[in-house]
Nanobody, 126 residues
Framework: EVQLVESGGGLVQAGGSLRLSCAAS????????IGWFRQAPGKEREGVSM????????RYANSVKGRFTISSDNAKNTVFLQMSSLKPEDTATYYC???????????????????WGQGTQVTVSS
């Protein structure tokens, strides 16, 4: 069974940085995509970034482009989200998710992701 575990969330001041990690288990993940999503209270879940583990193709939401960087360590089945120049509006619960279908579509749509972690809270103070 595929399992995803996020870590690295916390409280940071605006302008600061955090690195989130997503550890995946239960498959080889050679032909999977891993995405990061976030959800703030009262808002819909938003796709932030995704990476294909076979060739490390990436995609970013416009709201984080130039500030966030996604990467992977395939040997450890771990995906990272380096977040810099954080803003109060980045405050949310961040989830990682895995999908085989999003490899081709490069999708940041939540319904295309099959497996989800439990989330990690990121709070950016002004």
């Amino acid at each position: 069974e595929v399992q995803l575990v996020e870590s690295g969330g916390g409280l940071v001041q605006a302008g600061g940085s955090l690195r989130l990690s997503c550890a995946a288990s239960g498959d080889t993940f050679e032909n999977w995509a891993i995405g990061w999503f976030r959800q703030a209270p009262g808002k819909e879940r938003e796709g932030v970034s995704m990476i294909t583990l076979s060739d490390h193709a990436t995609r970013y939401a416009n709201s984080v482009k130039g500030r966030f960087t996604i990467s992977s360590d395939n040997a450890k089945n771990t995906v990272f989200l380096q977040m810099s120049s954080l803003k109060p509006e980045d405050t949310a619960t961040y989830y990682c998710a895995a999908s085989r279908w999003a490899v081709a579509s490069m999708s940041l749509t939540a319904v295309e992701y099959d497996y989800w972690g439990q989330g990690t809270q990121v709070t950016v103070s002004s």
